[in-house]
């Protein structure tokens, strides 16, 4: 079974940039493609990014594109999220999660598990 622990989240001006780190403490993380979501207030769970397992493929969304990139180190059993030119509406908590499959590491109701969350507050 895995564990995720997500950190890296805080307040930050529009523009600037955070790094967030996702811990897993199982000794499965090679078997699981990571992902990370992001839940703003009154929005449902959304897909940002994901990652295979040995790293070399990964898929973000549209909207971060561009600022937004997604990496692991296989050797730490960490997932990063490098977050650049934040905006406003990327305020939310955002979380990782480890699906076996790609299809289901892009849906949050196919992710097997979860971490608790970090919060993302970027101010204008």
């Known amino acids: 079974q895995e564990q995720l622990v997500e950190s890296g989240g805080g307040l930050v001006q529009a523009g600037g940039s955070l790094r967030l780190s996702c811990a897993a403490s199982g000794r499965t993380f090679s078997r699981y493609l990571m992902g990370w979501f992001r839940q703003a207030p009154g929005k449902e769970r959304e897909f940002v990014a994901a990652?295979?397992?040995?790293?070399?493929?990964?898929y973000h969304t549209d909207s971060v594109k561009g600022r937004f990139t997604i990496s692991r180190d296989s050797a730490k059993n960490t997932v990063y999220l490098q977050m650049n030119s934040l905006k406003p509406e990327d305020t939310a908590v955002y979380y990782c999660?480890?699906?076996?499959?790609?299809?289901?590491?892009?849906?949050?109701?196919?992710?097997?598990?979860w971490g608790k969350g970090t919060l993302v507050t970027v101010s204008s």
């Open positions: 999660g480890a699906a076996l499959t790609l299809s289901s590491v892009t849906k949050a109701q196919s992710i097997t598990y």
């Open positions: 990652i295979s397992r040995g790293g070399g493929s990964t």
